[in-house]
């Protein structure tokens, strides 16, 4: 079974910085898919970022960009810019290739950002 | 387009109730899920399906059934409610990528806030 890991339960970081949330995890798989996702305190699920395993290439959405270590099975989300509104809990998921219902999520890093 | 619909946001329950909390999607997709998110943690699966006809168990089952009996709906019976089923739930939806891969995000409801006492 896969598991995913974030170590920092929490981060801070000051408005207009750059933060760096981090992701483990582990599988046997070989083609896999990871995603980042933010849960405000509204608690709406929204997609951040996602990254396919078979790509070499860093995923990037304007402020947000990842850095996927495949052999570390490493997947670090980066904040830049910060902003009041990225205040949040972020979650990392890992999804194997051919199940698109079936995701196994982190326990969660909440950032805050200081004004 | 309303997404996934998710009924009811809120409900308390006394122990040994049933319910059954309700979703509902209006993207066609074909893979429909239930996750359960207590304080503090993430997300973690109890059911899923991928498609019409078709569930299977994710991570934490046990206490809960489900069925699909269309693409549309997917809902969640707590059969004998305990206070350890007290948590947050939430259903969420997908369709595959091209060539039946899973690429394609998971679409949320906005949660059912569950309270057995």
């Known amino acids: 079974a896969q598991t995913v890991t974030q170590s920092q339960p929490e981060m801070s970081v000051q408005e207009a910085e750059t933060v760096t949330l981090s992701c483990t995890y582990d599988t046997s798989e070989s083609d896999y898919y990871l995603f980042w996702y933010k849960q405000p305190p509204s608690r709406q699920m929204i997609l951040v970022i996602r990254?396919?395993?078979?790509?070499?290439q860093n995923a990037t959405e304007n402020r947000f960009s990842v850095n996927f270590q495949k052999a570390a099975k490493s997947f670090s989300l980066k904040i830049s810019d910060s902003q009041l509104g990225d205040a949040a809990m972020y979650f990392c998921?890992?999804?194997?290739?051919?199940?698109?219902?079936?995701?196994?999520f982190g326990d969660g890093t909440t950032l805050t950002v200081k004004p | 387009n309303a997404g996934v619909t998710q009924t009811p946001k809120f409900q308390v329950l006394k122990t040994g109730q049933s319910m059954t909390l309700q979703c509902a999607q209006d993207m066609n997709h074909e893979y429909m899920s239930w996750y359960r998110q207590d304080p503090g943690m993430g997300l973690r699966l109890i059911h899923y399906?991928?498609?019409?006809?078709?569930?299977d168990q994710g991570e934490v089952p046990n206490g809960y059934n489900v069925s699909r009996s269309t693409t549309e709906d997917f809902p969640l019976r707590l059969l004998s409610a305990a206070p350890s089923q007290t948590s947050v739930y939430f259903c969420?939806?997908?369709?595959?990528?091209?060539?039946?891969?899973?690429?394609?995000?998971?679409?949320f409801g906005d949660g059912t806030r569950l309270s057995i006492l």
């Open positions: 969420a939806s997908s369709r595959s990528g091209t060539g039946g891969v899973s690429n394609q995000p998971q679409h």
């Open positions: 990254q396919e395993a078979y790509k070499q």
């Open positions: 998921a890992y999804r194997s290739r051919t199940n698109a219902g079936k995701s196994t």
């Open positions: 399906s991928v498609g019409a006809g078709i569930t």
